[in-house]
Structures are given as structure tokens and as C-alpha cells.
């Protein structure tokens, strides 16, 4: 079974503070993605990686960055956390290079930024 | 710009009857991909069924299936003989056609689905 795992499943961070989010997944995915989950938002786009070293923005990655220097391992980082990003975020993974693949999410981390 | 849109927040259904979950989506593409996820509570997402645009016939998967209108850009879910575990929160989702930076899925707000004993 396909497997995505995020390195904490709740995060209390102060404002200002550097946030440093993990995702591993370890079927080989070509695709990566991180996602913020909001009551009554849906899911919504941060940023996502169809390969090592690259990034492509999503919807919203202002205030975020990421980093893919190993194909199993997509970090998300905010570099000086906000009030306003506290929220559920999700990582999933995709087979690629068909867009037909089924994305795989991790269990998500409950962020709060105090 | 794709957009998915979910106009129902929360439904509710009793054991062992019939629901259906509806979904619009705007789109100037012909070749691209629709998703239905469902997220149950404290549990991870995972896929309940797709569908892809080329396809006339309409997907099913056990007692899930979908109503694929593509001139009337709609996809709505049909779950049958509810149970108890489809309590959860139901995304609908899109996807371009194409590789690379069309990987991404847009998703809908998420319909809260309870299932009465």
C-alpha cells in the first residue's frame, strides 16, 4: 500500500517563528503536493512538485516555500509564521506523469500559530 | 481558471437508503479528469471514485457511482445502501488532462455527509 506520512500530526508554533512541515512518501511518486484545509475553503493549493528540485505555485503560496531535494521527501516551510495560517495542511502524492493517477494524501498536520 | 463548485454544506441520509452528493465544475478544456474524496472523520483522504471526461459511461465502484453530465458540466455521487462508515466529509475534485504542472487537482468546498443509524 501506498504510504504518505507528515512528520506531526499537531503543531503549536508562536507568530514569527519558522515552520518546517515534512511529507515522505515511499512508492516512488513522481507528483507531490501540499494543500491547507479550511472550514468551509475546501482544500486549496500551496505549492506542488512533479519532480525533484522542481516547484510549481499553487493558489495560495504566498507567506509558504518548499523544498524537494530528495523524490520521496517534499517539505513546507513558513518562514515566519502568521495567526492566519493556522489550519489543517495536507501532503498527497501522485505516480505521475499521467494526470489519470490518484492522488494519495498523509494524515494531515493540525497547525496553530499563536 | 478551473473552478468545482459543492452548494450543499452538510446532508444527512438514513442507514441503508439512497444519497446523492452534487457537484458543478466550469471549464473551457474537453480533456481533463473528475474525483469524488472522501475524508472521514480524524482519517486520511482517499478516493471513492474518478471518472474521465472521454468516457460516456458513467463510473461505478461497488455502491458508489456518478452521474456524469459533461454538457451540463455536472458530476454528482450516488451512494447506495448507506452505511454508518460513509459518514465523512465528500470532496468533489478536477483535473486538467496532460502531464507535469497539469498534475494538480482543484477541489470544491466538501459536502458533510451523516449517515443515521
Known amino acids: 500500500d501506498v504510504k504518505v506520512t507528515q512528520s506531526s500530526r499537531y503543531l503549536v508554533k508562536r507568530t514569527g517563528e519558522k515552520v518546517f512541515l515534512e511529507c515522505v512518501q515511499d512508492?516512488?511518486?513522481?507528483?507531490m503536493f501540499w494543500y491547507r484545509q479550511d472550514p468551509g475553503l475546501g482544500l486549496r493549493l500551496i505549492y506542488f512538485?512533479?519532480?525533484?528540485?522542481?516547484?510549481e505555485k499553487g493558489d495560495i503560496p504566498e507567506g509558504y516555500s518548499v523544498s524537494r531535494e530528495k523524490k520521496e521527501r517534499f517539505s513546507l516551510i513558513l518562514e515566519s509564521a502568521s495567526t492566519n495560517q493556522t489550519s489543517m495542511y495536507l501532503c498527497a502524492s501522485s505516480p505521475g506523469p499521467e494526470s489519470t493517477d490518484t492522488q494519495y494524501f498523509g494524515p494531515g498536520t493540525r497547525l496553530t500559530v499563536l | 481558471a478551473q473552478t468545482v463548485t459543492q452548494s450543499q454544506p452538510e446532508m444527512s441520509v438514513q442507514e441503508a437508503e439512497t444519497v446523492t452528493l452534487s457537484c458543478t465544475y466550469d471549464t473551457s478544456e474537453n480533456n481533463y479528469y473528475l474525483f469524488w474524496y472522501k475524508q472521514p472523520p480524524s482519517r486520511q483522504m482517499i478516493l471513492v471514485i474518478r471518472?474521465?471526461?472521454?468516457?460516456?459511461q458513467n463510473a461505478t465502484e461497488n455502491r458508489f457511482s456518478v452521474n456524469f453530465q459533461k454538457a451540463a458540466k455536472s458530476f454528482s455521487l450516488k451512494i447506495s445502501d448507506s452505511q454508518l462508515g460513509d459518514t465523512a466529509m465528500y470532496f468533489c475534485?478536477?483535473?486538467?488532462?496532460?502531464?507535469?504542472?497539469?498534475?494538480?487537482?482543484?477541489f470544491g468546498k466538501g459536502i458533510t455527509l451523516s449517515v443515521r443509524p
Open positions: 471518472q474521465e471526461a472521454y468516457k460516456q
Open positions: 475534485a478536477f483535473e486538467m488532462g496532460g502531464t507535469g504542472a497539469n498534475s494538480k487537482l482543484t
Open positions: 512538485s512533479y519532480d525533484v528540485k522542481m516547484k
Open positions: 512508492m516512488d511518486h513522481e507528483n
